[in-house]
């Protein structure tokens, strides 16, 4: 089993940049996708970006593709979104979560194993 902490989140400005860093805990990222998703109250959680592990292939949402990347540290076994550009739209509770054996394609929070407690990211305008 795996756990996830997230950590990074914070209030900013429009424009302002943020990285959120995801760790793992109780085993190693391996054959996973791991993904970033948002959530407002309110709101169905949504997809933000994802990695295949083992690949470092990257996947985006239209809304963030540009601003955002997400990225792998393999040496300290974290997930790393880094969000620049920020806009108001992007306020939200950001949760990092893993598909196990997977390709990290997936867009659908249904489909993640493993969930962390999420962090919030606010950006005013």
């Known amino acids: 089993q795996i756990q996830l902490v997230e950590s990074g989140g914070g209030l900013v400005q429009a424009g302002d940049s943020l990285r959120l860093s995801c760790s793992a805990f109780?085993?190693?990222?391996?054959?996973?996708?791991v993904a970033w998703f948002r959530q407002v109250p309110g709101e169905e959680r949504e997809f933000v970006a994802s990695?295949?592990?083992?690949?470092?292939?990257?996947y985006y949402a239209d809304s963030v593709n540009g601003r955002f990347t997400i990225s792998r540290d393999t040496a300290r076994n974290m997930v790393l979104l880094q969000m620049s550009s920020l806009k108001p739209e992007d306020t939200a509770v950001y949760y990092c979560?893993?598909?196990?054996?997977?390709?990290?394609?997936?867009?659908?929070?249904?489909?993640?194993?493993?969930w962390g407690q999420g962090t919030q990211v606010t950006v005013s305008s």
């Open positions: 109780g085993r190693a990222f391996s054959s996973d996708g």
């Open positions: 990695v295949r592990w083992s690949e470092g292939n990257t």
């Open positions: 979560a893993v598909d196990e054996f997977s390709d990290g394609t997936s867009r659908y929070a249904w489909e993640y194993d493993y």
